[in-house]
């Protein structure tokens, strides 16, 4: 038969055949002879080996039709080439992310080089179902275009920070969000688990982190637009250790990795409030009730603080098996370090020239108890200042300078800069129609324009494993809002980090019309206006 081929700007052609990925493959092509494949309840995936990954990728898919075709497809093994249903196969010769999905109207075949491939390319056969499979039993069989891709990422880190520090999401959410990462191919779910507002993450050895530093007094209530008013009730959650289990199995189940944050040295309030002799000065510490940046951080004179820190990282390496461990690093006001004996005692001892190189310190002794535990030590890009470990990994954030100085200099980065990647920023300009929200403009356009390798040379460039989202939620206060201000942006995110070489925002748009019908359908609560009537 004869081929035709989609390029980039082909989406018109592609939303007539309902071939509208998003993020957009590196290859498509379709024949014209409109074939179809039709996935009913008696459709069998047939998988080629008895790895425990695959039959993962296979479950996701086989639960995932259900929802429309109201039974699970069956699995099977089968060694022999088979010519009907749906195909599973590794292939070593495809890269780790890499899938090939090929589809006529006999048969399915995808071919991964890792079962996370193959499960790519689930989300990428899931994109062409029509939006309504996404609804429970609504359509007995699922039908899909003929049509072949081959595809693999441009970046091979692309996540997502979510804050359940300012506002506390529970654990059913957190899923819920994980599922939204999983529908833009998205792999690594940052979570933000410990700052001055609220201490998230139950730490055995230590209770009171969680008994008093996961609650505040005072709360925001009436985020109706334009307003912020707050009331004196306690605020607060935490996650049991068995529930940050059941997060990272479910993450895991979708092929999320999950990087938890623990904040040091500064961002420290609601642990100086469980336990104050962490702090410098001898005093009540309280769980802070508002936004901003305080002067009450770790000492980090005293080897205590960094017993309790090794103690705490000790609990959360063996909740989390990600390689990277973010330890924060950002916004640590010096002043109770300049006033503190024991800091001061630590400079001179260690002919520091300065709190800078004192927080260095900190950071790589922290990071030389992660090493010895096989972890990496990921943190924003304060962790430049007073000097960067050779080994460390940035997350820029303060525009890319950060991320580009640590590439120069053999480190890898992350990019993630306020303009860009900050989904607590407003997405519109319109601010009276929208959520009240903490500043800044970003709308979806100029999330889609980042460039992250922007100022780099060849070389350098290998040094930026990818880029992330963040979303702090001082002002985002439930996850209806949270998924008003994380969609459509998220889409825009995950096409720089999987199709950056081959972005065009006239074209994600069109997709981005398709994409939203299946938000629609997952009755995802997103921003509209901002790509209507642009
Ligand atoms: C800066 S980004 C912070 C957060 C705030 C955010 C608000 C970063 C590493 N620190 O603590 O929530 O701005 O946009």
Same mark, same amino acid.
């Given at each position: 038969c004869s081929l035709f081929m989609f390029t980039a700007n082909g989406a018109g052609k592609r939303n007539e055949l309902k071939i509208a990925i998003t993020p957009l493959p590196a290859f498509i092509e379709a024949p014209e002879n409109n074939s179809r494949f039709t996935i009913t309840p008696k459709t069998t995936i047939y998988l080629c080996d008895t790895t425990e990954g695959l039959r993962k990728a296979a479950t996701y898919f086989s639960n995932w039709s259900s929802r429309s075709l109201g039974t699970s497809l069956p699995l099977k093994y089968s060694e022999k080439k088979i010519n009907k249903g749906i195909v599973l196969m590794t292939d070593n010769?495809?890269?780790?992310?890499e899938y090939i999905l090929d589809i006529n109207k006999k048969r399915i075949h995808i071919a991964g080089g890792s079962p996370r491939a193959v499960f790519y390319a689930f989300q990428s056969l899931r994109q062409l179902c029509?939006?309504? =499979?996404?609804?429970?039993? $609504?359509? $007995?069989k699922l039908t899909v275009p003929g049509v072949y891709i081959k595809d693999k990422p441009d970046f091979t880190y692309r996540g997502a920070m979510l804050d359940v520090c300012r506002h506390f999401f529970t654990i059913e959410e957190v899923k819920q969000f994980i599922d939204m990462l999983v529908l833009h191919k998205i792999n690594t779910f940052h979570w933000h688990l410990s700052d001055d507002q609220g201490w998230r993450i139950e730490i055995k050895k230590y209770p009171?982190?969680?008994?008093?530093?996961?609650?505040?007094d005072a709360t925001i209530i009436g985020? =109706?637009?334009g307003s912020t008013r707050y009331d004196n009730t306690p605020y607060g959650g935490y996650y049991t250790q068995d529930q940050i289990k059941e997060v990272v199995r479910y993450a895991d189940d979708h092929f999320i990795t999950v990087i938890p944050e623990i904040e040091m040295p500064g961002h420290a309030l609601a642990a100086l409030a469980s336990?104050?002799?962490?702090? &410098?000065?001898d005093k009540d510490y309280k769980v802070c009730g508002t936004w901003g940046v305080f002067d009450e951080v770790y000492c980090a004179g005293k080897d205590s603080t960094f017993e309790f820190m090794e103690n705490v990282l000790s609990e959360v390496i063996e909740l989390f098996p990600s390689k990277y461990i973010h330890?924060?690093?950002?916004? &640590?006001?010096k002043k109770a370090w300049k006033n503190c004996a024991l800091c001061q005692k630590r400079i001179k001892e260690l002919s520091l020239k300065n709190e800078n190189e004192l927080q260095s310190y900190f950071v790589r002794r922290i990071e030389k108890f992660l090493n010895t535990h096989d972890r990496k030590l990921i943190g924003w890009d304060?962790?430049?200042?007073g000097g960067l470990s050779k080994t460390s990994t940035v997350m820029s954030w303060r525009g890319t300078q950060g991320g580009i100085d640590a590439a120069k200099m053999g480190n890898y980065a992350i990019m993630t800069p306020t303009n860009y990647c900050?989904?607590?920023?407003?997405?519109? #300009? =319109?601010k009276a129609s929208e959520?009240?929200?903490?500043?800044g403009y970003v709308p979806v356009s100029q999330v889609y324009s980042?460039?992250?390798?922007? #100022?780099?040379?060849e070389n350098e $460039?290998?040094?930026?494993?990818g880029v992330q989202c963040n979303t702090w939620t001082e002002y985002i206060p439930n996850f209806n809002h949270l998924q008003y201000m994380v969609l459509p942006r998220m889409a825009a995110l995950a096409e720089v980090g999987w199709s950056y070489s081959r972005k065009n925002y006239d074209d994600f748009l069109l997709r981005l019309t398709r994409l939203t019908k299946r938000y629609d359908a997952l009755d995802y609560n997103y921003a509209k206006h901002v790509f209507e009537n642009r």
């Open positions: 010769n495809l890269e780790e992310e029509p939006p309504e =499979a996404e609804i429970a039993e $609504k359509t $007995k009171l982190l969680t008994e008093i530093g996961s609650q505040r985020h =109706a637009i336990y104050p002799y962490l702090g &410098c000065e330890i924060g690093g950002d916004e &640590c006001p304060e962790i430049m200042e900050y989904f607590d920023y407003y997405q519109s #300009k =319109a959520h009240l929200a903490i500043g980042l460039d992250p390798y922007e #100022k780099l040379n $460039k290998k040094f930026i494993l």
